[in-house]
């Protein structure tokens, strides 16, 4: 069974840093898409960092700021939150695609419906 598990959620003051981690268990996803996710209250989920086998993409709210990782020894992703602000207030969540999922072509995993595996989030505030 896959899990996906965020932590390193927490409270931070504008212009601080977190760090996100999400440890994947059940399966290896060191060749397979993961990406993260964000939701604010009464706002859709927004698409936040994807990275592939061989590149990464950001959504254009966190370009320049945040940066996607992955140790695939721990089988985790990681995504490290600079500059923050109060409008990165939200839960953010980790994704994964699954084998079957990789080999869509179609898929070019910036959209909830890309990811085949969610984790059940963690919460990021940021006091302005």
């Known amino acids: 069974q896959v899990q996906l598990v965020e932590s390193g959620g927490g409270l931070v003051q504008a212009g601080g840093s977190l760090r996100l981690s999400c440890a994947a268990s059940?399966?290896?996803?060191?060749?397979?898409?993961m990406g993260w996710f964000r939701q604010a209250p009464g706002k859709e989920r927004e698409f936040v960092a994807v990275?592939?086998?061989?590149?990464?993409s950001y959504g254009d709210s966190v370009k320049g700021r945040f940066t996607i990782s992955r140790d695939n020894a721990k089988n985790t992703v990681y995504l490290q939150m600079n500059s923050l602000k109060a409008e990165d207030t939200a839960v953010y969540y980790c994704?994964?695609?699954?084998?079957?999922?990789?080999?869509?072509?179609?898929?070019?995993?910036?959209?909830?419906?890309?990811?085949?595996?969610w984790g059940q989030g963690t919460q990021v505030t940021v006091s302005s």
């Open positions: 994704a994964a695609v699954s084998s079957a999922g990789q080999r869509d072509y179609t898929r070019l995993y910036l959209r909830e419906n890309d990811y085949d595996y």
């Open positions: 059940g399966r290896t996803f060191s060749r397979n898409t």
């Open positions: 990275i592939r086998w061989i590149s990464v």
